[in-house]
C-alpha cells in the first residue's frame, strides 16, 4: 500500500494540474495507483489498523470506488492532488 502511495505521489511531481491533465500516461497511473492503495486499504490486518489508527482507510476504499466506478468522471486537475 504504502509504496502505491508513494508512485500515486511522483506521478504528479513536477509537473502543474495543467501538465498532469494532459498526460494521459500519469493520470492513468495514478489512478491504477490510487486503485491498489485503495483495495490495499481494506486488507489492512488488525495489528496494522492498531499501529496506524489514524490512516483514514474508509477514505482510501472510496477514491477506489471512484476511480474504478465512476472513472469518467474523474477530474484530472483535482486527481492530480490527490493522495
Known amino acids: 500500500m504504502l509504496s502505491a502511495a508513494r508512485r500515486a505521489i511522483e506521478y504528479a511531481l513536477g509537473v502543474s ?3 498532469f491533465s494532459s498526460d494521459r500516461m500519469r ?3 495514478k489512478m491504477a495507483a490510487l486503485t491498489i ?4 486499504s481494506k486488507r489492512v490486518s488488525p495489528d496494522g489498523r ?3 489508527p489514524d490512516v483514514r482507510r474508509r477514505d482510501l476504499s472510496d477514491i477506489r470506488q471512484f476511480v474504478v466506478h465512476k472513472y469518467f468522471l474523474v477530474a ?3 486527481l492530480h492532488q490527490a493522495v
Open 17 to 19: 494540474p495543467a501538465q
Open 27 to 29: 493520470v492513468d497511473a
Open 37 to 40: 492503495v485503495g483495495e490495499a
Open 50 to 52: 492498531r499501529e496506524l
Open 76 to 78: 484530472p486537475a483535482e
